[in-house]
């Protein structure tokens, strides 16, 4: 017998919940709720228990950034305490945030995070708010020198490296030869050049995933990632085994970014067809999905992780 058909006025499918950026920082999501309510105060003690703990400053920074009352809430913050370093950052990056999204110049975006960067010289998180900006918005030689102030600053910084590989991706290769892509080389330096268990390990597949967003969206892979067979090479091979045998024995739970670098790997473990490996990355994120890679080409990164998961783990 066919189930009932729901109530009038409701509907039949439940509305789509948003990708959480927090990730699993509870601590991040009760300061968020807070800020929402004006309490800034919260995220005051939550920025100075983070301390020079970068990787996750510039995780609950940026994450704080992306809320739409954000800024006017770090002026209210700054207008009380005029001295807070911390409001200023977060003011800056909240700025960078809406510059993104168009609804701020530019110009002001980049003196909101000189202006932080001048009140902590040390901390690499406006620079970070920069590199945001430029990677978008600026020429190669911009984004370069900003990765290397965030690199002086602290040299295995996670957000940085991603996005410098974001951007290196989309550069055309000058050999004609894609596996020779410098993304490649970028990657595998960096995951080289950083310690035995840094989750930089994982950057060789990231880019290999944002390799593929850029072939894809000019045609020259599959829409349809598994189709594609840019995740069965030898290059790619490879890169998987190497990236997988680090989890195995590294895995860095600690890390603010980790549920980004498991999406990142089991995405890469489905496409390449390793049921039993993606079942136990799936089984390690839980509900923390994050909407890339699932989203490359222009997917619908909900359905896209919905699918693969249920195919490896059956339906939930």
């Known amino acids: 017998m066919s189930p009932p ?133 600026g020429a190669d030689q911009d984004v370069v020198q900003l990765f290397d102030e965030v690199r002086h600053r602290y040299p295995d910084h996670h957000h940085a490296h991603h996005l410098m590989v974001a951007r290196l991706a989309e550069r055309r290769p000058e050999s004609g030869q894609d596996p020779l892509h410098e993304v490649y080389d970028f990657a595998t330096w960096s995951a080289e050049q950083a310690p035995a268990d840094s989750p930089l390990a994982i950057l060789p597949v990231v880019a290999h995933a944002e390799r593929y967003r850029v072939l894809a969206a000019a045609g020259s892979e599959s829409p349809d990632p598994v189709a594609s067979g840019h995740w069965v090479g030898r290059r790619a091979r490879q890169v998987m085994k190497s990236a997988f045998d680090w989890w195995l024995e590294w895995e860095r739970d600690d890390h603010p970014r980790s549920r980004l670098d498991l999406n990142f790997l089991v995405h890469a473990k489905y496409c390449e067809g390793r049921g039993a490996e993606a079942a136990a990355l799936f089984h390690r994120i839980g509900p923390h999905a994050t909407a890339v890679p699932w989203s490359y080409p222009g997917r619908d990164p909900h359905q896209a992780f919905r699918a693969a998961r249920e195919s490896v783990l059956g339906t939930v």
Do not use: I, Y
């Open 5 to 137: 058909p729901p109530p009038l006025g409701r509907a039949r499918k439940r509305a789509v919940q948003p990708f959480d950026a927090a990730l699993d920082d509870t601590e991040l999501v009760a300061a968020r709720a807070a800020l929402a309510q004006g309490r800034w105060t919260a995220v005051r003690a939550l920025l100075a228990a983070t301390g020079d703990d970068w990787d996750r400053r510039g995780h609950r920074v940026t994450t704080l950034a992306q809320e739409s009352g954000t800024l006017a809430w770090a002026r209210d913050w700054q207008l009380a305490e005029p001295e807070s370093a911390d409001a200023a950052v977060l003011l800056a990056v909240a700025t960078v945030q809406r510059a993104l999204n168009g609804k701020e110049k530019p110009t002001r975006a980049r003196e909101a995070c000189r202006t932080a960067a001048e009140a902590l010289p040390a901390d690499p998180t406006p620079w970070l708010g920069l590199l945001m900006l430029e990677r978008v918005l």
